[in-house]
């Protein structure tokens, strides 16, 4: 016979338990996991209050319910974005006509010239490939340091041989929101966070910063 380690009575079963404090244990044991998992479920449950919470008070820091109203009562909202593109681009062209001046530029940038030689190494894309399925499209492009020899023929830029160099170049995209463009709460949120300093008083940037720490 072997005695019990649990409560000092001799059985004849084989190991250090006999059957009735094995059955115990073991329904002990039961109640504990039943008891860690109901309290993992009840946390769960209460960061999903604190977070549905949370993202309350973000949605109305931030008005996106009144900019919501807004575009189901028919207006028409534009975002806006800006990406920087550093290139190490160069261009030898033939002739371009500067008479619409801005407006060439822009169409230089655009890639919307006659050119004989073009050359742009280090040029990737695909962010504004991905921005454009999401909906955004090409507003308008700043150059940066940009330099070229222009002599100027009635009208006409004559370019032989000379080069049109830039470091790189702003590029500004609009996405617009109406009934027929809708985007979600979560896009917006998004949208405004990455722009807080744009569009919140340093109060309300310091109360977002907190909800979103958490």
């Known amino acids: 016979m072997n005695k019990c380690s649990y409560c ?10 006999c059957d ?3 059955s115990l244990l073991d329904e002990k044991q039961k109640k504990l996991q039943e ?6 479920e009840n946390e769960k449950k209460v960061q999903e ?11 109305e820091i931030m008005k996106i319910n ?10 028409r909202v534009f975002l806006y974005e800006t990406i920087f593109f550093l290139s ?3 261009s030898q062209m ?9 407006g060439a530029m822009i169409d230089l940038m655009k890639g919307n010239v006659d050119t004989s030689i073009t050359n742009t190494e280090h040029f990737d894309a695909s962010q504004i490939m991905k921005m454009g399925i999401e909906g955004w499209h090409i507003v308008s492009t700043i150059p940066r340091q940009f330099s070229v020899s222009m002599p100027n023929i009635d009208g006409v830029a004559v370019l032989n041989g000379s080069n049109i160099t830039f470091n790189g170049y702003y590029v500004i995209l609009q996405k617009e929101l109406s009934k027929d463009c809708y985007v979600s709460h979560d896009f917006l949120i998004d949208y405004f966070k990455r722009n807080m300093d744009k569009f919140f008083s340093d109060l309300d940037i ?3 910063n907190e909800l979103f720490s958490i």
Not at 49 to 59: F, L, Q, S, V
Not at 66 to 75: D, Q
């Open 94 to 102: 033939r002739y371009v006509n500067i008479s619409k001046g801005l």
């Open 8 to 17: 000092g009575k001799y059985s004849n079963t084989l190991g250090s338990l």
């Open 35 to 40: 008891s860690i998992a109901k309290t993992k």
């Open 20 to 22: 009735d404090c094995k």
């Open 206 to 208: 310091l109360k977002l």
């Open 88 to 90: 190490d681009s160069r």
């Open 66 to 75: 009144k900019l919501m109203e807004r575009i189901n009562n028919g207006e």
């Open 49 to 59: 209050a604190i977070r549905k919470e949370n993202r309350e008070k973000i949605i």
